[in-house]
């Protein structure tokens, strides 16, 4: 059976929530649930950028899209409540490093009062419905755990979450806040029960990303703009994917935990050890798969905030339960993002080709 199949007949009809479901990764999820005939609801600020694959795809007429923030608890419990949701995706976040330096409070209450509001919103949901939700997966990030650049580390799922800067350590709490509301409230004998995950993902690649502070954005705005494309930090070691590859752990978690409970559990999401890669390789292999006078250079920065040097991810866990694998590796994850990029810049349509991306990916 392919993962196409065995995901459509999972979601094809059910009402699926997506927090977050504007932004990169949202919209790319969005989309996928599409393609697998589920009833998509989406809660969301404003696309964070402009352009937006959210607007590229036209994703606002194909689903019930909601304005909204997820720390407006209320706002998010009215719709929550029409929403009637059987499972629930929240990704919405406050995502980049370098911005919660900046917006540090910001970060905190989007990152962490944001999974207390959605996790508020299932728990009051389920004791007042005959209905429940019956899965949940919260996206949190590599970012979690206390990293002290060992090298060859790769961090399991076992060891310390304290992130260091307020957006990975505000992931650190909203996985503890998960944890403890699934232990409080969602216990078999609670009868409110919802199985829930937290899904722990590597950094992502993809077509459609035009955020600030990303290797793969600046490389495509640099190179369409005519300069050399400045990379910060080339010797930072992180385990890139294709975006694709969390996405579908994503859906496979929540599908899966339903039917055995048991899985319910946190996981890390990444490539395997070859295809954790320096920033500076991932330029290379991104100058050479677009051709033509792309180049970079190293363009540091004086006093610039804290960042991990070395970060990689043991997948052991998700491997043997799940008995998943990476399907695109890193050569093919950047390849694939290039291809996307050229087509937007030539004009194709891009919701076809986006489709048939996923479709590519998914028969794999």
């Not at 962490?112 to 919260?138: A, D, F, P, Q, W």
């Not at 996985?175 to 699934?182: C, F, I």
């Not at 033509?292 to 990689?312: C, D, M, R, V, Y």
């Not at 399907?327 to 076809?352: G, I, N, S």
Request: aromatic share 12%.
């Amino acid at each position: 059976m392919s993962k196409f199949t065995e995901l459509k007949e999972f979601y094809s009809g059910k009402r699926v929530l997506v927090t977050g479901h504007t932004g990169f990764k949202g919209s790319w999820l969005s989309l996928m649930l599409k393609l697998l005939d589920a009833d998509v609801y989406g809660y969301s600020l404003e696309a964070p950028t402009e352009p937006s694959l959210f607007d590229i795809l036209g994703l606002k007429e194909q689903i019930h899209s909601e304005t909204g923030d997820i720390r407006d608890y209320e706002h998010l419990k009215r719709f929550f409540d029409e929403a009637k949701p059987q499972v629930v995706l929240h990704l919405a976040a406050q995502p980049i490093v370098r911005t919660s330096y900046e917006f540090p409070r910001e970060t905190y209450e989007t990152n962490v009062m944001g999974t207390v509001n959605l996790l508020e919103c299932i728990r009051n949901y389920n004791l007042s419905h005959e209905e429940k939700v019956i899965s949940c997966l919260n996206v949190t990030t590599d970012k979690v755990y206390e990293n002290n650049d060992l090298e060859n580390h790769a961090f399991r799922e076992d060891e310390k979450l304290d992130g260091y800067d307020p957006y990975s350590n505000s992931k650190s709490c909203s996985e503890l806040v998960t944890h403890s509301y699934k232990k409080s409230f969602f216990d078999h004998e609670s009868g409110n029960v919802t199985c829930i995950s937290t899904a722990r993902a590597g950094n992502v690649i993809g077509g459609g990303d035009f955020a600030k502070d990303r290797i793969i954005p600046d490389c495509v705005r640099d190179t369409v703009a005519g300069k050399m494309i400045h990379v910060r930090n080339p010797y930072s070691t992180r385990p890139y994917q294709h975006v694709l590859e969390p996405l579908y752990v994503y859906l496979l978690i929540a599908m899966k935990q339903v039917s055995e409970p048991v899985l319910s559990d946190c996981y890390n999401v990444g490539p395997d050890e070859e295809d954790a890669i320096t920033t500076g390789e991932l330029a290379d292999k991104f100058t050479s798969f677009w051709g033509g006078a792309s180049k970079w250079h190293t363009e540091a920065e004086l006093n610039a905030p804290h960042e991990a040097a070395f970060l990689k991810l043991d997948t052991a866990k998700i491997k043997k339960k799940f008995g998943w694998e990476p399907v695109w590796h890193v050569d093919d994850a950047v390849a694939q993002t290039v291809k996307w990029y050229r087509a937007w810049y030539d004009k194709e349509d891009m919701l076809l080709f986006t489709r048939n991306q996923i479709q590519e990916f998914l028969s794999e």
